[in-house]
C-alpha cells in the first residue's frame, strides 16, 4: 500500500525527478513570446516567494525546537500546516520554470537545477522521520530524541537551507546578467 514509508518515498522520489526532467526538458525546447516570458517570470517569482516562506519559517521554527526555545507540539503543527503550502510554491516553479527557457549549458544554472533537485528529495527523504517526530510527545526537548534522528534533523536542515539559497542566488544572479 501507499501509505507505507517503504515505498512512498519511492514513489515520490521517482515523481518529483519526472517533474523536475520534464520541467527543463521543456523549458530548454520550447520558447515562448516575451510577453507569456515576463508573465511565467513573475509567476516564477510569485512561487518561489510562496514555497520559500514556508520553508524559512518551518526551518526556523525547528531551529528554535534545536536550541531549545520551542516545544516540538509547536515544530510539528507548523511543519505539517506549512507542507502543503511548500509543495504548491515547488509545482508552481516547475510548471513556471518550463515557461522562461533556462539555459542549461550554463554550469550555474546546471547547479541550480541540481539544488532544485537535491531540496526536493530532502524534502521528501525527512518524512520518515517527520512522522517519527510526530509521533512522540508534545514536550519533547531536542536534546531527548535519539541521537541518529537529530544528526538526520541537523543534516537535513543544513541541506534545505543551503539547496535553497544556492538556487535563489544563481536564479537572480542568471536574471541580472540576461537584462
Ligand atoms: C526551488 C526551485 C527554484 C527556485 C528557488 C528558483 C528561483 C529563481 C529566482 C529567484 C529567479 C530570479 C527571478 C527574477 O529575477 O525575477 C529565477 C529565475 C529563473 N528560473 Fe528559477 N527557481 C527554481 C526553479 C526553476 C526551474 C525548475 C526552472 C526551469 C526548469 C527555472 C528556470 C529559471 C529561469 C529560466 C530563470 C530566469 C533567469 C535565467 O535566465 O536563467 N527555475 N529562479
Redesign the pocket.
Known sequence: MLSGPRLLIPVLSVVAMGA?GM??A???TYTFDAGIHRLA??A??LA?VL??GAVIVVDWVGFLWLIGKRGLHDTSRLESAAAPLIWMG?VG??L???F????IT?PA?QL??C??LG??LNGISLIPAMRTLHALPGGTMFRDVAANLRARLLVALVLSQG??WT??????A???S?R
Not at 538556487?167 to 537572480?172: R, T
Open positions: 523536475w520541467s527543463i521543456a523549458g530548454s517570470l513573475s516564477h517569482v518561489m514555497a520559500f515547488l516553479l516547475l513556471t520554470g518550463a522562461i527557457r533556462p539555459d550554463n544554472t541550480k537545477m539544488c532544485v531540496l526536493m539547496f535553497w538556487a535563489i542566488v544563481i536564479g537572480f542568471n536574471s541580472m540576461r
